[in-house]
């Protein structure tokens, strides 16, 4: 029995756009990956809009593509952030210094506030979703030196 929020099949047993109600289905084709500003990241980046937000303060779910040893500038989020690993491996590392390796299926929380990196391992590119509230991302207008990433 279909609910408010059951979904037509096409032919091609894809999901199309829902039956009733807002909810709609994005084909992974429709995904528009853009390269990520240079002045906030290291290497090559790019970005895919997967959820933008209604409004500043609204839910943001940002898919991001690190070419081996790419990584973001350091930053903190109002509300924190959460960051679900897709594929491949990679890293987030606070100002305190302390280092998180992840891998495809890992999600690591970054707490309301904390100023921190993360970007791919040197050997493997790295996806990640990025799940943010609480407005834009705050830079803190220095970029992560080879040292800091190297760990030393």
Not at 37 to 54: K, L, N, Q, R, Y
Not at 108 to 134: F, K
Request: hydrophobic share 40%; glycine share 12%.
């Amino acid at each position: 029995m279909a609910g408010p929020c059951a979904t037509r099949r096409g032919s091609d047993n894809t999901a199309a756009y829902p039956m009733s109600g807002s909810m709609r289905r994005i084909d992974a084709a429709a995904l528009e990956w853009e390269p990520a500003p240079e002045e906030w990241f290291t290497g090559e980046v790019w970005f895919g809009e997967i959820a933008p937000p209604d409004t500043p303060e609204a839910l943001n779910v940002l898919g991001v593509r690190f070419a081996p040893s790419a990584r973001t500038a350091w930053h903190r989020h109002v509300a924190g952030q959460v960051l679900y690993f897709v594929e491949g491996s990679g890293l987030v590392v606070n100002e305190a210094g302390d280092r998180v390796t992840a891998d495809a299926g890992d999600t690591v929380v970054v707490p309301a506030g904390e100023v921190h990196w993360h970007g791919a391992s040197a050997e493997t590119a790295v996806i990640h979703l990025s799940i943010t509230s609480g407005g834009p991302t705050e830079w803190m207008g220095r970029k992560v030196t080879d040292a800091e990433y190297r760990g030393g």
